[in-house]
C-alpha cells in the first residue's frame, strides 16, 4: 500500500513555520501589564549622563568636571596610601573569611564611626543614647533614615521634610520614595554667590512645628558654601524652639578642611545641646573608598533617665528595617575603614592623606581665582576661594555651561557646579580661559 510522504501533510509545518506561529499566538495572548502607561521610559540620571558623554567625547584636551570623585593633579583616581596598607594588612590576616555580617554590621567600624563623628568624649556616647548600623554608603544611609522616619516619626498635622535649594538631587527621590513631602528652605544666593542666610532662617522658623530639617553637616553639596558657627547656633535655637528634627548628612567629614574636628562640629554643637537627631556618615570621599559602599546611620536620642530604653527600642526597629532592605552589609570597605579607624599610627596617616586631598582641592581653587581675576573676567570671583570642599558653584547659567561644553569641551552640570578635584595644574588655565570666553561673549 503505498504511503503518503509526512511532507505533502496539509497539516504538517517546518519547524520556523511553528516557532512563528507560537510566537504569534504568545504575543497576542500574553500582552504585557508594563504598558507606558503604567511605566513610563525615566529619564537618564542627568550626572551619569554626563560621565557617559564625557567618555565618548575623543577631543584630547577634554576636562571632566561634573563627577564627584577625587583625582590626583594628572586627573586620575587616588588610591590612598593609607588604604593601600590597610588593603595588605587585611588580605595577610589568616582568619579572614567570607561570612555574613551582622544585620547591623561590622561592630568594630560601626563603633568607630560613631566616635568619629560624634568624638569620643561625647555625652550622647557616654550615656549610651546611641545607635549606628552599617550601610550600603552615604545613600544607604540617608535612605535608612527616610524608611525609619516615614514609619515612626509622628508627624500629626503631615509635616514636611525640608531641604536646601539647592541640595544633592538624590535627597528629592530618596524621601519620595519613602512617601514623605519635600518642601525646600532658600540656601544659596545667586546675588552674592553665598549662603542666603536671611531666607534659610526665616523659612525653618516659619516651618510648621515638629517639620523635618535636613541639613549638610559641612561642605555643602553642590554649593561648597556652609554656615558660620554662629550662624549653626543661631539655626539650632530656632529648631529647638520649633520642635524640629534635625536630619544630618556627612559625606565630607576631613575632606572639606582637612580637620575631622573641625568638619564635624555643627553636628557635635547639635548633640552637645540635647537634641535627639539622626546622621548619614559616608567614607567614600574620605577614604576614596567610592565603590566599596562604606557608611555608617546613627540615631541619637535626647538625654534623658530612660534614655537607654529609648535607644534600645529604635535600634530594634532599624534592624528589622535593615534586614528587609539588605539583610546584611557588605563586608570589605567596613574593614579597611575599620582597620585605620582603629590604629592609632594608621589614622595618622589617614589624617595626612586628608590634608592632602583637602589641600591639593584649594590650591586649584586659589589658581582658578587667580586665573580668572589675571584674565579681567567680568563679575566677582572671590566665592571660588570662599567656598569650600569638592564642589563650588560657579555663578554660570545653564546656557554659559553647555556653550562651554560645545566650545572647549569641559564638562559640568547645568547648574554651573563643578567638581574642584577636575581640575589640575595642566588644565585650571585652559578652563579659565573657556569661562572667561563665554562670560565676555554672553555678558
Known sequence: MAHRSIASSPTS??????????????????????TSDNVPQAPEDPLFGLMA??????????????????????????????????????????????????????????SAAQKLMLGSESPA??????VSLQTISGTGAVHLGALFLSKFYPRSTNQSVYFSSPTWANHNQIFS???????????????????????????????????????????????????????????????RSKK??????????????????????????FVEQGFELCIAQSFAKNFGLYGERAGAFHFVTGPSTDAQNTISRIG????????????????????????????????KEWEANLRTMSGRIKDMRKALRENLEKLGTPGSWKHITEQIGMFSFTGLTEKQVMKIREDAHVYMTKNGRISMAGLNTWNVEYFAKAVDKVVRETS
Open 177 to 239: 520614595n519613602v512617601r514623605l513631602p519635600i518642601k525646600t528652605y532658600p540656601y544659596f544666593s545667586a546675588q552674592s554667590k553665598g549662603l542666603d542666610f536671611a531666607g534659610m532662617r526665616s523659612t525653618i522658623e516659619q516651618a510648621p512645628e515638629g517639620s523635618i530639617m535636613l541639613l549638610h553637616a559641612c561642605a555643602h553639596n553642590p554649593t561648597g558654601v556652609d554656615p558660620t558657627r554662629e550662624q549653626w547656633k543661631e539655626l539650632a535655637h530656632i529648631i
Open 53 to 110: 558623554a564625557y567618555r565618548k567625547d575623543t577631543f584630547e584636551k577634554k576636562v571632566d568636571l561634573g563627577i564627584g570623585a577625587y583625582r590626583d593633579n594628572n586627573a586620575k583616581p587616588w588610591v590612598l596610601p593609607v588604604v593601600k596598607k590597610a588593603d595588605e594588612k587585611l588580605r595577610q590576616d589568616p582568619a579572614l573569611n567570607h561570612e555574613y555580617l551582622p544585620i547591623a554590621g561590622l561592630p568594630e567600624f560601626t
Open 125 to 130: 556616647v557616654k550615656d549610651k543614647r546611641v
Open 244 to 269: 524640629h528634627f534635625p536630619f544630618f548628612d556627612c559625606a565630607y567629614q576631613g575632606f572639606a578642611s582637612g580637620d575631622l574636628e573641625n568638619d564635624a562640629w555643627a553636628v557635635r554643637y
Open 13 to 34: 509545518q517546518s519547524p520556523a513555520n511553528k516557532l512563528a506561529s507560537i510566537k504569534g499566538h504568545m504575543d497576542t495572548s500574553n500582552p504585557t501589564v508594563f
Open 316 to 347: 530594634s526597629q532599624l534592624a528589622i528595617l535593615q534586614r528587609s532592605e539588605i539583610s546584611n552589609p557588605p563586608a570589605y570597605g567596613a574593614r579597611i575603614a575599620s582597620l585605620v579607624l582603629n590604629d592609632p599610627v594608621l589614622f
